[in-house]
């Protein structure tokens, strides 16, 4: 009996992947655009991909040339431009911030730029449900002077 069982679903398993009804949205597609096909060429890195139903970006930075001597007002427009880029790429592969599910930003001077950070997230992200949020604090980025990263997925509905 329960060789039986294994071989109908077995049985099932193969059809259905013959027919196509499974792991066809398995393909994952790179979205290059223009501002991001030189990084893309030189360090062969997806910016965007879209697998499925699923959009991951990967690390968008906010960089100041002296992070330790800037302004709360610049370093929130920092912030608040790596957040646009990431919006703009999600727009690229059909997503918007609505269909953000993670979040994980990486800071490298997160206790003296943590009221900032948090500021603009809550602006940023007004409605609930709001999306998870792991922030990490590093002692580096790859940009040299990137003080913040962002790397997202969304889940487009």
């Known amino acids: 009996m329960k060789r039986m069982m294994i071989a109908t679903?077995?049985?099932m398993l193969v059809t259905a992947c013959a027919s196509g009804s499974v792991a066809d949205d398995k393909k994952?597609?790179?979205i290059v655009t223009?501002?991001?096909?030189?990084?893309?060429?030189?360090?062969?890195?997806?910016p965007v991909i879209r697998s499925g139903e699923y959009v991951f970006i990967s690390g968008i930075p906010a960089a100041?040339?002296?992070i330790e001597n800037a302004s709360p007002e610049e370093i929130k427009a920092a912030i608040k431009r790596a957040y646009q880029t990431a919006f703009y790429m999600?727009?690229?592969?059909?997503a918007t911030k609505n269909d953000i599910v993670d979040i994980t930003t990486?800071?490298?001077?997160?206790?003296?730029?943590r009221s900032e950070i948090v500021e603009v997230h809550k602006e940023l992200f007004d409605l609930e449900?709001?999306?998870?949020?792991?922030?990490v604090g590093v002692d580096a980025l790859f940009m040299d002077t990137a003080f913040?990263?962002?790397?997202?997925?969304?889940?487009?509905q």
């Open 90 to 94: 999600l727009g690229q592969a059909g």
């Open 148 to 156: 913040f990263e962002i790397k997202l997925t969304a889940r487009i």
């Open 9 to 11: 679903v077995f049985i």
């Open 64 to 66: 100041l040339p002296d």
């Open 28 to 30: 994952n597609e790179m």
């Open 106 to 113: 990486f800071h490298t001077n997160l206790k003296s730029t």
């Open 129 to 135: 449900p709001y999306p998870a949020w792991t922030v």
């Open 34 to 46: 223009p501002e991001t096909k030189p990084i893309v060429d030189a360090f062969h890195i997806a």
